[in-house]
């Protein structure tokens, strides 16, 4: 690998070339990624791909000039000082926010790159050549901006806006509700069965961290192994079942914790504190995401968790 202060106008000049040949190749990847989902946004990147194909053109013409047609392939992996990419190819289902995170961290990487190479040319049309592309990429931001005020309408956005949000609600919400509401209801009737069975707060912890830790492991795997996004739009499946896993395991621990105390009854009115807070959760998110009305949400959730409680407490104190 070397170091950027090393490299000559030429091997500049070849970097140059395949920066803008990766970046352009980046936003064509963005724009097919989000073209199904988000049509307009994809349109908005495939402008900016044109933008680095024309960078690119103007860099490969004063290369042939000044040192002929054969230019070496110098990558962004060979020269010190270049932040890591993940490849696109990697991040499924694109979100869109993180693309448009993304897009400002390339272009600021872009344009210290051409100062910093502009600064180090001793040829005038180079050094002007890239402090222009410097300029370019400085306004590459506001070129972005002019591209979704004109490709993204105000309803378009907003079409897209709310696609945004039922894939959000699709691949992080459902999975992690799911493991949520399973974790925090079934793992009651074990706990507080150890618990009024055994009167031992430690034995309840015990039962407890193995009933969430059980039921987070079987929900991941269940999750991920329902089906693979393909056709349903629901995202990567190990993420989900990983996200689906931790809730699960998060919403039993959760009323296990207070079984820590030593005193038992106080552990116990802790526990069922906690169990409330949790039911207010669960109601609460399917409220806000799955448009659930409150009262029905409450209910729902309240009547599924007093039963499951109420089960627990009639096994333990047989």
Not at 102 to 125: L, T
Not at 174 to 193: K, R, Y
Not at 210 to 232: K, P, V, Y
Not at 251 to 261: A, D, N, R, S, W
Request: with cysteine; glycine share 10%.
């Amino acid at each position: 690998m070397r170091n950027f202060d090393s490299l000559s106008e030429r091997e500049m000049l070849a970097l140059a070339i395949s920066l803008e040949e990766e970046d352009e190749r980046v936003y064509a990847d963005y724009a097919e990624g989000l073209r199904q989902d988000f049509p307009a946004s994809a349109e908005v990147f495939d402008g900016m791909r044109e933008e680095e194909s024309s960078h690119r053109r103007r860099l490969i013409e004063i290369y042939q000039e000044r040192f002929g047609d054969h230019i070496p392939l110098i990558r962004r992996q060979d020269v010190k000082g270049f932040v890591t990419r993940k490849p696109v190819w990697l991040v499924r289902p694109l979100g869109l926010e993180t693309v448009r995170k993304q897009v400002s961290a390339m272009e600021v990487e872009s344009r210290r790159f051409y100062e910093s190479a502009s600064a180090r040319a001793q040829d005038p049309g180079i050094r002007q050549l890239l402090d222009d592309l410097a300029q370019e990429e400085r306004t590459h931001e506001d070129r972005a901006e002019e591209l979704e005020k004109s490709k993204l309408r105000p309803e378009i956005k907003g079409k897209e806006d709310e696609a945004n949000r039922r894939l959000f609600v699709l691949q992080i919400v459902q999975p992690g509700l799911a493991g949520l509401m399973d974790g925090s209801v079934s793992t009651l009737a074990p706990v507080f069965a150890a618990a009024s069975a055994t009167r031992n707060s430690w034995d309840a912890f015990l039962v407890g961290l193995a009933a969430s830790i059980g039921a987070g492991i079987s929900m991941g795997f269940a999750e991920a192994l329902s089906d693979d996004g393909s056709l349903t739009g629901r995202g990567h499946p190990w993420l989900r079942g990983l996200i689906c896993g931790l809730m699960t395991a998060l919403g039993g621990i959760g009323h296990t914790l207070p079984f820590l105390i030593r005193d038992f009854q106080i552990a116990m009115g802790a526990a069922v504190i906690v169990v409330l807070i949790e039911l207010g959760i669960i109601s609460w998110i399917r409220h806000r995401y799955m448009e659930t009305p409150p009262l029905s949400a409450a209910v729902q959730v309240g009547l599924g968790g007093a039963l499951v409680f109420v089960t627990g407490m009639l096994i333990g104190s047989a």
